[in-house]
């Protein structure tokens, strides 16, 4: 069963920041010990300039590391035919921090292309099969982003 997708700003978008403001505070504090798995996947927080306000944002993802500088993740925003704001952000400004456990390092985003995206699917949807999901959920082609080391 398909995930529900995003309604307005209720309640429910309310209680969604603020359990993402909780896991980005106890994830920075354990440096990556509470809140640096979900869904037995690795997770990376990813702060990025607002792409309209210019304000820092930060948010905890699913990551793949491919080569240990390397880290791939995903804008599928539960199958939403809208694109996450923080993908968004990255569209307009690729430059961004992440930080990995205690490690923070500054990264530069790009959107794989398709043969790219082709190789890093499958490995992703094994990793988190709900991507999968997402994707039969939506028309809009999903972008996996890849980042390096900047």
Not at 59 to 79: F, M, R, W
Request: net charge positive; proline share 8%; glycine share 10%.
């Amino acid at each position: 069963m398909a995930p529900p997708k995003p309604q307005g700003r209720g309640f429910g978008h309310l209680l969604a920041i603020m359990m993402t403001r909780l896991h980005v505070w106890l994830y920075r504090m354990s440096g990556g010990r509470i809140g640096g798995r979900m869904f037995n996947s690795p997770v990376l927080l990813l702060t990025t300039t607002g792409a309209k306000s210019g304000l820092l944002r930060t948010q905890p993802l699913l990551y793949l590391d491919t080569s240990g500088s390397t880290y791939v993740i995903v804008g599928s925003y539960g199958g939403s035919d809208t694109a996450p704001a923080w993908a968004v952000n990255l569209l307009k400004n690729p430059g961004a921090h992440i930080q990995v456990g205690s490690k923070i390092l500054k990264v530069n985003s790009a959107v794989a292309p398709a043969p790219r995206k082709s190789e890093l699917w499958p490995k992703l949807v094994a990793m988190y099969p709900d991507y999968q999901v997402y994707q039969q959920c939506t028309t809009r082609d999903i972008p996996v982003f890849v980042l390096t080391s900047a």
